[in-house]
């Protein structure tokens, strides 16, 4: 992305375990939490891209990405994200 006209590098980091409070393994909080989340931006109107959406999709949609995040953060699913300033010889392969 850029920001102030420097490129710049996201990076979203995610360490998940069992909740033993509510016996679901991170398997089901990181996937399922996330479809169901899904499936409510669906029905809200939120996400109306028709026909089989790749989930990257979602990410167009800034109003989406928040939605997601915010939903999984309310369920304890914390993502770090950290932005690093890149150079253009960083971006060749």
């Not at 016996?23 to 939120?46: E, K, V």
């Not at 891209?49 to 928040?66: H, M, N, T």
Request: proline share 3%.
């Amino acid at each position: 992305g850029k920001k102030a006209e420097k490129k710049l590098r996201y990076t979203y980091e995610l360490l998940d375990r069992h909740d033993s409070s509510t016996n679901t393994h991170s398997m089901a909080r990181t996937t399922g939490y996330t479809a169901t989340l899904a499936l409510r931006m669906i029905a809200q109107d939120l996400y109306a891209q028709k026909g089989i959406s790749a989930p990257e999709f979602i990410g167009q949609w800034p109003e989406c990405v928040r939605y997601m995040l915010r939903g999984l953060e309310n369920r304890g699913v914390v993502y770090k994200e950290t932005a690093e300033t890149i150079e253009d010889e960083q971006l060749k392969p």
